[in-house]
């Protein structure tokens, strides 16, 4: 009752929070943060913005003024963050969606080739838990009406596939750093590319941004108190069951707010920068211990865990037989104490009030459908202990095998 790991954050200490409200003469820290977070994937230019969500409808917005032709709509994953659409929205652009491999989370092969029309600005690809998309195959598509390929590395900061950076696969790509990234300020968001032409226009539209106000940024401050001080196991159980907070909702909102990022958030960025590289090898040592627990399970799959080597995942994303299934997994991990989580709460073609946004009428997503059905995520990061690890791998093997 008194135990429940976080679903994902990392460790933050109030020292740290109490340096990163201290002043220490740098003028905008904000952007001092994207600038060492360019440095460090390769990125020639490199933006600060608010959140990962204003750095994606920045980047969109600017696309679209470089677009000679009357394109309007944005490719998305019909099963990604609901964060993704409210940006394509908030941007003035149509959403069409895409089907996903269920296994990979990529997009769907037999999608991917239905991708080059010429009313498509550009295609959003999310690596979803840090999983790596193909990138040969979404360039031949893009390549053939001169679509933009936006790297969503949201949830893969610090990752690296084919020896390139997570989100400087595409012609442009974009970090989050909210509350529950590898890295997090707890809001904010970084914009990144090597190309000139894109970023003139990213840094034309970035300068039309407000920082945020000092009465916000004492705000921010004392959330990041709360954040240091209850995302350990033992305390993170009392603001979970407060559902007022609504920790762990993922909304569709393209009213949200967008700014540069506060001078706390990019101190606190700094700060936390050199820790990335061991944040990601706990969460591949995690991960490895859920992988080989579970690996003699017939009746559940771990995506991406093929080979030796285990990817630093955000979280752990295992698919379950069907819904049935997953609601009584979650349900028995809770009373465990193990923040599981059913991730998004339908496909993006489910979500109310997005119809009018949609550029097709198309609802049927099979691969986004299993996913939103049968996924559940399990916690990796530094807070989750061997027992945890072992307790969830009994749990899924009882509730599994019993069927009760």
Same mark, same amino acid.
Not at 193 to 211: K, S
Not at 247 to 272: A, K, M, N, W, Y
Not at 316 to 323: I, T, W
């Given at each position: ?49 608010? =959140?990962?969500?204003?750095? !994606? ?18 490719? %998305? ?12 929205? &908030? ?22 080739? &239905? ?17 790596? =998309? ?16 936006? +790297? ?94 609504? %920790? ?24 936390? !920068?050199?820790?990335? +590289? ?9 991960? &490895?211990?859920? %992988? ?48 599981? =989580? ?30 939103? +059905? ?13 027992? +945890? ?16």
């Amino acid at each position: 009752m008194f135990y429940l790991t976080a679903p994902a954050g990392i460790p933050i200490s109030l020292h740290e929070v109490a340096e990163a409200a201290r002043q220490d003469g740098c003028t905008h820290s904000g952007a001092e943060f994207s600038r060492l977070v360019g440095d460090m994937v390769g990125a020639r230019y490199s933006f600060d913005f608010g =959140s990962g969500r204003a750095a !994606l409808c920045s980047i969109l917005r600017s696309l679209a003024m470089l677009s000679k032709n009357d394109r309007d709509q944005v490719v %998305i994953p019909a099963y990604t963050c609901f964060s993704v659409a409210s940006a394509v929205v &908030r941007a003035g652009l149509k959403i069409r969606l895409s089907d996903i491999d269920p296994v990979t989370l990529d997009y769907a092969p037999e999608a991917t080739v &239905r991708m080059a029309q010429p009313q498509i600005l550009a295609i959003v690809v999310c690596s979803l838990f840090g999983l790596p =998309s193909r990138w040969d195959s979404l360039r031949s598509t893009a390549a053939k009406t001169g679509i933009y390929l936006i +790297d969503d590395a949201a949830q893969s900061f610090g990752i690296e596939s084919d020896g390139v950076f997570s989100g400087t696969h595409g012609d442009v790509g974009f970090y989050s750093f909210g509350r529950g990234k590898n890295l997090t300020t707890y809001s904010g968001g970084v914009a990144v590319t090597n190309r000139p032409d894109i970023a003139n226009r990213i840094g034309a539209v970035q300068a039309q941004l407000a920082y945020p106000s000092r009465r916000s940024q004492l705000s921010t401050l004392g959330r990041l108190v709360a954040y240091s001080a209850m995302l350990r196991p033992e305390v993170y159980w009392l603001p979970s069951s407060l559902p007022f907070l609504g %920790i762990g909702e993922t909304v569709f909102d393209p009213g949200f707010c967008q700014s540069r990022l506060g001078d706390i958030e990019g101190r606190l960025g700094r700060l936390l !920068l050199d820790r990335v +590289d061991v944040l990601n090898s706990v969460r591949s040592s995690t991960a &490895r211990l859920f %992988i080989d627990g579970l690996s003699s399970m017939e009746s559940l799959q771990a995506l991406g865990s093929a080979g030796e080597t285990t990817l630093p995942y955000l979280r752990l994303p295992v698919l379950l037989k069907d819904r049935k299934v997953r609601d009584r997994v979650l349900i028995s991990l809770r009373k465990a104490g193990i923040g599981a =989580s059913a991730m998004y709460p339908s496909t993006m073609a489910d979500i109310p009030g997005i119809e009018s946004y949609l550029a097709s009428d198309e609802r049927d997503f099979p691969g986004a459908t299993a996913v939103a +059905d049968r996924l559940i995520t399990l916690p990796t990061h530094p807070y989750v202990s061997r027992s +945890d690890v072992y307790r969830t791998v009994a749990i899924l093997r009882e509730v599994i095998g019993s069927g009760s």
